[in-house]
Each structure stands twice: as structure tokens, then as C-alpha cells.
């Protein structure tokens, strides 16, 4: 072999190797986080259940004294480890429609705001039935406002959850709920919020090249005129399994039932 | 100096002057502190109709039961203290547990007229012997400015200096970790003159006077207060022991001051 030759040959097969290298590149793209399947079967005693009650659009919740019916129900219905309350917005001053439910029923009541002015105040009220220690929360004024209770879920074991709550309306939102929760999807935070129906393919997009180690589900809920959709964002230990939709009275609920998957699967 | 240079100058000074302003923004609170006496003295109702007439924006409040049956306070078996304060004063109400009692809890609580972002129960030191347990509750409040400051309330032990100052050195471990401005009231049960105040409290703003609070009807001591901290970060515009309340063996503390949150 000649040295023209040679030179040929190791032109090619540099040539090959920089094309097979390039071709190699859509393989190195991140396709994000997938998490595992869960177990087929669902373990009935190990079944979180959780009231959303949402119009799932803009308007407050209450609007004509309706929580005199979810007062009954709280009272004679104690199976749900809590209550959740969207857009029961306040007025600075005068009595939550939460705080109120929570005086009826004897229970704790919390509230995670959406938005703040000086007089009115949008927010999430959150009805639990033991003694809280600590309501975690974060707040990025004008950015994004999350919170809930830490509470022992009374599942076949006890176990601790912090049981979260948010509003999304904006993609800017994403980042800064992604550095909340922090390795929090990793410490049995569940999140039951709503988020825009125009932004939730987004969310998923981005939560899925931005965290580890989580399962999210959206909740397809057929309510005429909705701009929100329901959302449950869980660490791969537990599953939102069934969301079963609802009205008491004329208030739209939906009953969330989370699941705790006892083995963790990375 | 030429013209030019003068102007340049003056334009510097509203400058700085128009950021000095927008970044050292103050509030104003309202902030009162209250033992409760587990309602032995008067209804939750009155009391809710008091802290309404003072329209106070945070309130620190101790001796609160939830859903106890006392025989000192028969009126008040079963009720949620901070729930009742709550609903009637339209504030957001957070409670700490301290301990069980009588088929209930005892402990502080919380009164907010701006949302609470978050709160944390926090068990104060209590060494052997053992005495009662004690608790913080540490809360963050956002502000309509949109800024947070901390909110506690406590009550330390009673019958103990000694647990009294490692509670309190704990409390100052505690806060030194918060990075909001903070605000601490409660019933100390101990006096200005104590080495626990004296010593626990010197870096803290202190926002409250000498009137006495306890008892109401024998006032001899001063054992409730309002601290800020740090204490560069905070302004008394008035405080005020409102002696002519005796819905409780303590009187009311109330504090209007003025908080450098930005």
C-alpha cells in the first residue's frame, strides 16, 4: 500500500467516524424523567383520599353560601385526610369562607394565597382534621405561592406526607415550583393543584426534563367552561389513581385518591 | 464649579435619594400579645369583640385550649380556641400545641389579618426536672407590601429561671436563623429586671414599656412583652398595657411599630 493510499484510507475512516459520530447525537438528547410503571393492582389500604372541591376557572368557589353543605359533609364524611378548597378567596378583615368551615367543623384550617393586595386575597383553604405541627410553605411574591400541612396519613402503616397545594397560570411558574419542591418529591410531598389548561402540556415538558423521580397526572374533568385543569404532581412512591368527580350541592368536587406504593423503583 | 457639573450632582442626590426610599420601605403593625387564662374570666365571644375594637394585625395568644373540658372554665369545654378567635375576628388563626389536657390541647396560638405563608410548632427545652412542656410558634406572614416578617408567640415556664434561660438562649439560637425581620410576644413570666430578660433579650428591640400586665387584679409585675429583632430593624411608634381590661388575669400588651423590611 502506498502512502497515497493510506492517506485515502484514513481520510475515509475519519470521515465515517465523524459522520457516525454526529449521526450518534439524537441518542445523547435528554428525553427527561420517565417513571417506572406502577403495580397493576391497587392496594385499597394504602389509599390516600383527598376533596378538591374547583370550578376550575376564574370565579370564586363560593358564591352563595354554599359551604353550608360541605360543612355537612365534612362533619358526617371524616375519611379524607383533607379538604381543599380553590379559590375560596378572602377578604382581608372579614371571615374566610375556610376559616368559617373550620369553626363549624371543629377542624384546623389553613390557607395558601394565589395572588395578595392590600384588601383581597385569592387562595387555596385547606381543612385537616389532626393537629398540625407545620404548614410548609414558599412564597415568590408575584411568581408563585405554595403550601400545606405535614400530616401522618393513617394508611396500613402510618406514614408522614405533606400534602401541598398551588395554582399555576404562567410558565414562569415552572422553575420556581421545580426549586421549591427541591429533592422534596424525594419526602412524600404531594401536590393537588390546578394549573392552565393552555400551559399543562408545557408543565409536563417541563417537569419531565427538570425533575426526578415524580409522577404526574392531569384530570380530564368534562365541567362546561373550565380554563383550569386538575393536577396531581407525586414523588414515584405514591400515584394518583383515580379522580372521581362529584357536585355537593351545586359546588364541583373531585375526589382525589392518591395511592402509597410501599417499594420504592428508581 | 461649572454648570454642568452642579446639575450632574443634583441629579446624583434625587438619585440615590429616590433609591434610598424605595429600598428602605417600613411597615406599620399593629401588634398585640395576650394570655388568655383558657378562658376562665370571659367568653371567647368578648374577647373576640375586644381584639376587633383594636384592630390589631397580628395577635400572640396564650393559655388557648382546643376542644378541653375544664372545670374552671365550663363555658368554653370543647371549643377550638383560635378557631372561635378566628371566625369572630376574621382573622387567619394557626395553633401550637403544647400537651394534651383534659381530652384536649393546651398550648399558644396565632392571630393574622395577612396570610400565613408558613408555621412551625417548636418545643422549647425543659430539662430534668421536668416541668411543663413549653412551645414556640413560629409563623411567616406576608405582608400587602408583599414583604415577610416573623411572627411568634410563646410562653416560657413558670416556676424554673434556670429553664427560663436556656429556653430563652434557645429561642435567640432559633431566630438567628430566620432571615426575615421577627417579632416575638408573649408571656415571658419574668421580669424586666430578671438576669433572663436582661441578658436573653439585650440585642432585640424591645417595643413594649414597664406597666405591669399581671395580674389584673393585683398588678404587681410585667411578664408579657413584644421584642423585634434584629434590632436595627424596627421603630416603637406607640405601645400601650390596657389596664382597664380584665377579660383575663393578664392584661392585653399592644405595640403599633414600625418594621424595615426591604
Known amino acids: ?266 | 464649579m461649572n454648570k454642568m457639573n452642579l446639575r450632574s450632582l443634583f441629579l446624583s442626590l434625587v438619585l440615590i435619594t429616590i433609591s434610598a426610599v424605595s429600598f428602605a420601605q417600613t411597615t406599620e403593625l399593629n401588634v398585640m400579645t395576650f394570655n388568655l387564662r383558657f378562658g376562665e374570666l370571659a367568653s371567647l365571644e368578648d374577647m373576640a369583640a375586644y381584639i376587633n375594637e383594636q384592630q390589631p394585625d397580628l395577635v400572640a395568644l396564650q393559655e388557648c385550649d382546643w376542644k378541653t373540658n375544664r372545670e374552671r372554665a365550663p363555658k368554653q369545654s370543647g371549643k377550638a380556641f383560635v378557631n372561635e378567635l378566628a371566625y369572630h375576628t376574621g382573622m387567619f388563626g394557626i395553633y401550637g400545641k403544647a400537651i394534651d389536657y383534659r381530652g384536649g390541647y393546651y398550648g399558644v396560638g396565632i392571630l393574622s389579618k395577612y396570610p400565613v405563608v408558613r408555621s412551625e410548632r417548636v418545643f422549647l427545652p425543659n430539662p430534668r426536672p421536668k416541668k411543663e412542656q413549653r412551645v414556640m410558634l413560629i409563623t411567616e406572614i406576608e405582608l400587602p407590601d408583599k414583604s415577610i416578617v416573623s411572627f411568634i408567640s410563646t410562653h416560657l415556664e413558670v416556676s424554673s429561671e434556670t429553664i427560663r434561660q436556656k429556653q430563652i438562649k434557645f429561642i435567640n439560637k432559633k431566630i438567628k436563623k430566620i432571615k426575615t425581620p421577627v417579632i416575638l410576644a408573649g408571656d415571658l413570666n419574668a421580669v424586666p429586671e430578671s438576669k433572663e430578660i436582661m441578658t436573653g433579650f439585650s440585642r432585640w428591640f424591645n417595643a413594649t414599656d414597664t406597666v405591669f400586665t399581671y395580674s389584673t387584679m393585683k398588678p404587681a409585675i410585667k411578664i408579657d412583652y413584644i421584642y423585634g429583632y434584629p434590632n436595627k430593624l424596627f421603630g416603637l411608634i406607640k405601645t400601650e398595657v390596657d389596664t382597664n381590661c380584665v377579660l383575663s388575669d393578664h392584661f392585653p400588651v399592644f405595640s403599633v411599630i414600625r418594621v424595615n423590611n426591604k
Open chain 1, 1 to 266: 500500500m502506498n502512502r497515497q493510499k493510506l492517506k485515502t484510507i484514513l481520510l475515509i475512516s475519519f470521515c465515517i467516524a465523524g459522520f457516525s459520530f454526529s449521526c450518534k447525537d439524537p441518542v445523547t438528547v435528554d428525553e427527561g424523567y420517565e417513571a417506572p410503571n406502577p403495580p397493576a393492582e391497587v392496594n385499597q389500604r394504602n389509599l390516600i383520599t383527598v376533596e378538591f372541591y374547583s370550578r376550575l376557572n376564574e370565579e370564586t368557589l363560593f358564591q352563595n353560601n354554599e359551604s353550608e353543605l360541605v360543612v355537612n359533609r365534612i362533619s358526617s364524611i371524616t375519611s379524607p385526610l383533607a379538604y381543599l378548597f380553590d379559590r375560596s378567596d378572602a377578604v382581608m378583615g372579614q371571615t374566610s369562607p375556610v376559616v368559617e368551615i373550620g369553626w363549624q367543623t371543629q377542624t384546623k384550617s389553613f390557607f395558601v394565597q394565589n395572588t395578595l393586595s392590600d384588601s383581597y386575597v385569592q387562595g387555596t383553604g385547606m381543612i385537616v382534621r389532626p393537629i398540625v405541627n407545620v404548614f410548609e410553605g414558599a412564597s415568590i411574591p408575584d411568581t408563585l405561592f405554595i403550601g400545606g400541612c405535614t400530616l401522618m396519613a393513617p394508611l396500613g402503616n402510618p406514614v408522614t406526607v405533606t400534602l401541598m397545594t398551588c395554582k399555576l397560570d404562567h410558565k414562569m411558574q415552572f422553575p420556581a415550583l421545580v426549586n421549591i419542591l427541591g429533592d422534596g418529591l424525594n419526602t412524600n410531598k404531594l401536590v393537588i393543584g390546578t394549573v392552565k389548561q393552555h400551559i399543562s402540556e408545557d408543565m409536563k415538558h417541563f417537569l419531565k426534563h427538570h425533575l426526578k423521580y415524580f409522577r404526574l397526572s392531569f384530570h380530564e374533568t368534562g365541567l362546561e367552561g373550565r380554563t383550569h385543569q386538575l393536577f396531581i404532581l407525586t414523588p414515584i412512591n405514591f400515584i394518583g389513581r383515580e379522580v372521581l368527580s362529584a357536585t355537593v350541592g351545586t359546588l364541583p368536587m373531585y375526589q382525589c385518591k392518591i395511592e402509597y406504593l410501599k417499594t420504592l423503583i428508581y
